[in-house]
């Protein structure tokens, strides 16, 4: 294998030496290492897409095993975990050099790229209830706590849905029940949010809780939205029913105010306090 060809496949050096030997401008020739079994060579081309940086010369007989690029990239893509090892473990031995500076960097962009690859498909296998191509990424090496861009994670997804299913995996598979995406949404209030009832119960029985940020602004909002359902759930979810918003105001507030009386029973209800006072000093019945 000559220095400059350009290389598609990867070699594993099963018995014998080989060497890499650089060759100058001025033609000089300077070996760069000695290949003995268990070494590899090759990677450098494949991965960063440059040509051969060294020539490798045969020492004495040699046994080799090649690998086409097409079927390393497909193995990388298909058990990413696995590929993961092998990508770190074809750094190890090599010499610190401007080369291997290179390979090291491709390398953390191709883990990278996968990783960021493999969120999108577990999210997605999630998202449309998918549980058998879910199980299968995950077996790969996908990280079922990664987040897309709106920080959701596969559990918020699922639950937005109502697959019990997939919710009940991905908790067994250790996903954080109570994370919380860009816009403060848990898994359970998505679940609340879209009338998932048997979901909603799932993720309670499994530890969730209902950390609402800025709960009395929330509250208060869903109360004048006057959805009698929602408010239901969420109370009986454990939203502090005497949360208060930046006035003051509990949800009772606003619902006495717009004469929302359904809204108003349910709070009281759930132990909404009538004695509550805002930031001037009104309370529920003035």
Same mark, same amino acid.
């Given at each position: 294998?000559?220095?400059?060809?350009?290389?598609?496949?990867?070699?594993?050096?099963?018995?014998?030496?080989?060497?890499?030997?650089?060759?100058?401008?001025?033609?000089?020739?300077?070996?760069?290492?000695?290949?003995?079994?268990?070494?590899?060579?090759?990677?450098?081309?494949?991965?960063?897409?440059?040509?051969?940086?060294?020539?490798?010369?045969?020492?004495?007989?040699?046994?080799?095993?090649?690998?086409?690029?097409?079927?390393?990239?497909?193995?990388?893509?298909?058990?990413?975990?696995?590929?993961?090892?092998? =990508?770190?473990?074809?750094?190890?031995?090599?010499?610190?050099?401007?080369?291997?500076?290179? =390979?090291?960097?491709?390398?953390?962009?191709?883990?990278?790229?996968?990783?960021?690859?493999?969120?999108?498909?577990?999210?997605?296998?999630?998202?449309?209830?998918?549980?058998?191509?879910?199980?299968?990424?995950?077996?790969?090496?996908?990280?079922?706590?990664?987040?897309?861009?709106?920080?959701?994670?596969?559990?918020?997804?699922?639950?937005?849905?109502?697959?019990?299913?997939?919710?009940?995996?991905?908790?067994?598979?250790?996903?954080?029940?109570?994370?919380?995406?860009?816009?403060?949404?848990?898994?359970?209030?998505?679940?609340?949010?879209?009338?998932?009832?048997?979901?909603?119960?799932?993720?309670?029985?499994?530890?969730?809780?209902?950390?609402?940020?800025?709960?009395?602004?929330? =509250?208060?909002?869903?109360?004048?939205?006057?959805?009698?359902?929602?408010?239901?759930?969420?109370?009986?979810?454990?939203?502090?029913?005497?949360?208060?918003?930046?006035?003051?105001?509990?949800?009772?507030?606003?619902?006495?105010?717009?004469?929302?009386?359904?809204?108003?029973? =349910?709070?009281?209800?759930?132990?909404?306090?009538?004695?509550?006072?805002?930031?001037?000093?009104?309370?529920?019945?003035?």
């Amino acid at each position: 294998m000559e220095q400059g060809n350009v290389v598609d496949q990867l070699y594993f050096v099963c018995h014998g030496v080989l060497e890499e030997v650089g060759i100058g401008e001025d033609g000089s020739e300077e070996t760069v290492s000695l290949l003995e079994p268990n070494s590899s060579f090759g990677e450098i081309s494949i991965l960063c897409n440059i040509p051969q940086p060294y020539t490798v010369r045969v020492c004495e007989l040699c046994r080799l095993l090649r690998l086409d690029k097409q079927s390393f990239t497909n193995i990388l893509d298909i058990y990413f975990y696995d590929g993961r090892k092998i =990508l770190n473990n074809l750094l190890e031995g090599k010499q610190s050099n401007l080369r291997v500076k290179q =390979l090291e960097s491709d390398i953390t962009f191709h883990i990278g790229k996968q990783e960021a690859e493999l969120a999108l498909k577990v999210n997605s296998a999630a998202y449309y209830g998918d549980l058998y191509q879910l199980k299968g990424l995950i077996r790969a090496g996908a990280d079922p706590n990664k987040t897309d861009y709106d920080g959701r994670s596969p559990l918020h997804l699922a639950a937005s849905r109502g697959y019990e299913d997939i919710c009940y995996f991905l908790i067994q598979e250790g996903v954080d029940i109570n994370a919380k995406d860009n816009f403060g949404n848990t898994p359970l209030l998505e679940a609340i949010k879209n009338g998932h009832d048997r979901v909603s119960s799932l993720l309670v029985r499994e530890g969730a809780s209902l950390n609402v940020d800025n709960a009395g602004s929330f =509250l208060c909002t869903a109360v004048s939205r006057g959805d009698s359902d929602f408010l239901k759930r969420i109370l009986s979810n454990g939203i502090d029913p005497n949360a208060k918003d930046y006035d003051h105001r509990t949800a009772l507030h606003v619902a006495a105010s717009e004469g929302l009386y359904i809204m108003a029973k =349910l709070l009281i209800e759930a132990g909404a306090s009538v004695f509550s006072k805002d930031r001037y000093c009104f309370n529920i019945l003035v």
